[in-house]
């Protein structure tokens, strides 16, 4: 696989993860248990906002600079809802003192319709994202192998781009060289 196929997979995984986030979103404002570990409240600690940090805002050096700017501000929307959400359902304080006496903690009614127009909410800013990441798609499919090349994973890949680099070059750039 070159750089430009597996910079297309992780965006796809990254892509995927954020649709199942946002199901796994759906599945808890119906009434499902959804353990907290798998809707964390960070955008950072999500898959797709590892990918989008670690290696997506890479390409705004790139033609992307635009829709990747576009993409964190709903991205940061979205977590703003979604932060009301989870207080509803993940409220530690609430939950502290029944847990303690073996009672699960249940939002009240009101709380669950807050929840649901929470979620339509996160909804509406999902679509717009969707549209947003469509046009990312197109425009890494429309990049080149060389630019795609040039984006890294992470520093232990940079690091060894950088090593072979000088290797490949003949040159060693360390503190005897001449």
């Given at each position: 696989?070159?750089?430009?196929?597996?910079?297309?997979?992780?965006?796809?995984?990254?892509?995927?993860?954020?649709?199942?986030?946002?199901?796994?979103?759906?599945?808890?404002?119906?009434?499902?248990?959804?353990?907290?570990?798998?809707?964390?409240?960070?955008?950072?600690?999500?898959?797709?906002?590892?990918?989008?940090?670690?290696?997506?805002?890479?390409?705004?050096?790139?033609?992307?600079?635009?829709?990747?700017?576009?993409?964190?501000?709903?991205?940061?929307?979205?977590?703003?809802?979604?932060?009301?959400?989870?207080?509803?359902?993940?409220?530690?304080?609430?939950?502290?003192?029944?847990?303690?006496?073996?009672?699960?903690?249940?939002?009240?009614?009101?709380?669950?319709?807050?929840?649901?127009?929470?979620?339509?909410?996160?909804?509406?800013?999902?679509?717009?994202?969707?549209?947003?990441?469509?046009l990312l798609e197109?425009?890494?499919?429309?990049?080149?192998?060389?630019?795609?090349?040039m984006i890294h994973?992470?520093?232990?890949?940079?690091?060894?781009?950088?090593?072979?680099?000088?290797?490949?070059?003949?040159?060693?750039?360390?503190?005897?060289?001449?």
């Open positions: 696989m070159n750089a430009k196929e597996k910079n297309i997979a992780r965006f796809y995984d990254a892509r995927t993860a954020h649709f199942k986030w946002l199901n796994n979103v759906k599945l808890l404002v119906s009434g499902f248990e959804i353990d907290r570990e798998i809707l964390p409240p960070i955008i950072q600690d999500t898959d797709f906002g590892k990918w989008f940090y670690k290696e997506g805002l890479q390409f705004s050096h790139f033609y992307s600079k635009n829709v990747l700017g576009e993409l964190e501000e709903i991205l940061e929307s979205m977590f703003g809802v979604f932060s009301k959400i989870y207080v509803i359902y993940y409220n530690f304080k609430k939950s502290r003192m029944k847990t303690f006496l073996g009672i699960r903690n249940v939002p009240t009614r009101y709380e669950k319709e807050m929840a649901a127009r929470h979620y339509e909410e996160l909804v509406a800013l999902s679509d717009t994202f969707k549209k947003r990441l469509q197109s425009q890494l499919l429309a990049m080149s192998e060389e630019k795609h090349a994973r992470d520093e232990e890949e940079l690091v060894q781009k950088v090593v072979s680099q000088d290797t490949i070059e003949g040159h060693y750039h360390g503190p005897r060289s001449h």
